[in-house]
């Protein structure tokens, strides 16, 4: 007897029409008519339910007949096609066995429920169809880059977890040491002692593997890391997250150009391959959640990206000035609204902006000649603005050594990161995508915490 999957049932129904087979999963929905059952059963593999039917006279009639939705059961029949139906397909029970019941007091009934109440059953909430179909889109998102990387001839690097560096020079960091918070031992100064911690020294949990990204491209050429990251930044927003995943890849002997052809590729080959590998969820998410959204995808795909200036974008904005909450000068951080205008209402696709002003830059990027602006790129696409941010990196010592010093970094605390640069630097370039950033895109789900498994946020530790 069979034991297939939902999803795989409902993708080629007539392969299992008039077959037996063994399916497990948990119950959606009881209709008790009286003398036939109709139960919904979901298995986690596919947004939709497989229909069930049980006639009276079954063995197991008056136990299904009980069912609390949530109940797990395993159940065995005959799958019949029902073309004219509501589904293609459908499982005439034979027989069936409750692994483990549910109390009425479930909170998941069949009705509509709240992002916002969701999140205060984060341990249920992957039973949902919203949540269990943005989960799956996760995770089909993750393979496909990986599938990119590895095809292109990428070394996956697992880049440290706690370090003592901040990639992104901003200070919100989470400390991480074993000292008695209470009554931490303190030098003649008066500040902590950290040579008697753990490490020795002032330790945190990563911002960003860049840094030691770097360290592997100058070694391998071309790597990438895809792993946790973590910012102490006290934001409520829907777009930010205490804990996330950022895809970081670096390659040597490349510059901008190279570094922009790459995430365009890398976008376009991620929603192509979500869309093919999760119809069902992205015709929910279509239906459901953003109207707009399998137009939007398909457009990017089928899409050229624009190039501009960070200068031509804001001399560009700066015409529609009174049409923003925030307002847009030279040298500014372009807020979302700007970078959703210019991708949405001037250009109409994707954008690569470039050429930032390096007083809102990180001190590793590129100086460029003009000593004003340094060799950087943000992908900004519609609906979202920025998903992508990444740069030629400084590869020349001195100059390198210098934006250090006028930023006050400790020349000792990046001394390695500065070898990198006197024993064998190349030119050499990365850049940044927040995984779920990326998820939000693709099912326009719009609160980053309903894309997280277990959201970490200012305040929660749902």
């Given at each position: 007897m069979q034991s297939p999957s939902i999803k795989e049932i409902f993708i080629s129904p007539e392969a299992f029409g008039g077959r037996m087979a063994s399916l497990c999963g948990w119950v959606r929905t009881v209709r008790d008519s009286g003398a036939v059952l109709f139960i919904e059963l979901s298995d986690g593999s596919t947004v939709k339910s497989l229909q069930l039917v049980g006639a009276e006279g079954i063995s197991c009639f008056e136990e299904l007949r009980r069912l609390n939705v949530g109940a797990a059961i395993r159940v065995e029949g005959e799958l019949v096609l029902t073309p004219g139906g509501r589904q293609p397909v459908e499982?005439?029970?034979?027989?069936?066995?409750?692994?483990?019941?549910?109390?009425?007091?479930?909170?998941?009934?069949?009705?509509?429920?709240?992002?916002?109440f969701l999140r205060t059953i984060g341990h249920l909430?992957?039973?949902?169809?919203?949540?269990?179909a943005a989960f799956r889109v996760r995770s089909e998102a993750a393979f496909a880059i990986h599938e990119f990387f590895h095809e292109k001839g990428f070394l996956y690097v697992h880049t440290p977890i706690i370090t003592s560096s901040d990639a992104e020079g901003a200070g919100e960091m989470f400390r991480v040491t074993t000292l008695d918070a209470r009554n931490p031992p303190q030098t003649d100064k008066g500040a902590?002692?950290?040579?008697?911690?753990?490490?020795?020294?002032?330790?945190?949990l990563t911002v960003s593997g860049q840094l030691e990204a770097e360290a592997f491209a100058l070694a391998f050429s071309k790597v990438y890391t895809f792993g946790p990251t973590f910012r102490a930044e006290n934001s409520n927003t829907a777009r930010h997250a205490s804990e996330f995943w950022m895809i970081e890849p670096e390659m040597a002997f490349c510059g901008l150009d190279e570094d922009m052809r790459l995430a365009e590729e890398m976008t376009k080959h991620i929603i192509s391959k979500v869309m093919r590998r999760c119809p069902h969820e992205i015709e929910f998410f279509s239906e459901f959640v953003d109207k707009g959204l399998l137009e939007r995808l398909s457009h990017v795909i089928g899409s050229p990206f624009e190039h501009?200036?960070?200068?031509?974008?804001?001399?560009?904005?700066?015409?529609h000035k009174e049409r923003f909450l925030f307002p847009v000068y030279w040298g500014c951080d372009l807020q979302t609204e700007h970078e959703r205008f210019l991708t949405e209402e001037v250009v109409g696709r994707p954008v690569f902006l470039t050429d930032y002003p390096n007083g809102i830059k990180a001190f590793y990027m590129r100086q460029n000649d003009d000593g004003k602006t340094v060799?950087?790129?943000?992908?900004?696409?519609?609906?979202?603005?920025e998903l992508i941010g990444g740069s030629q990196r400084e590869e020349r010592f001195d100059t390198l050594r210098g934006r250090m010093a006028e930023l006050g970094l400790s020349e000792e605390t990046y001394s390695w990161y500065l070898d990198?640069?006197?024993?064998?630097?190349?030119?050499?370039?990365?850049?940044?995508?927040?995984?779920?950033?990326m998820i939000m895109y693709l099912t326009g789900v719009s609160n980053i915490r309903d894309v997280l498994p277990f959201p970490r946020t200012p305040g929660c530790m749902s």
């Open positions: 499982l005439r029970l034979s027989s069936a066995n409750v692994e483990g019941a549910s109390d009425p007091s479930y909170p998941l009934q069949k009705k509509r429920h709240t992002a916002e909430r992957p039973r949902t169809n919203l949540l269990g902590v002692d950290f040579t008697r911690d753990f490490f020795g020294v002032p330790a945190n501009m200036t960070y200068t031509e974008a804001v001399t560009m904005l700066e015409r060799a950087a790129m943000d992908m900004l696409v519609p609906g979202v603005g990198l640069r006197r024993y064998g630097g190349a030119r050499h370039c990365g850049f940044g995508l927040g995984f779920e950033r």
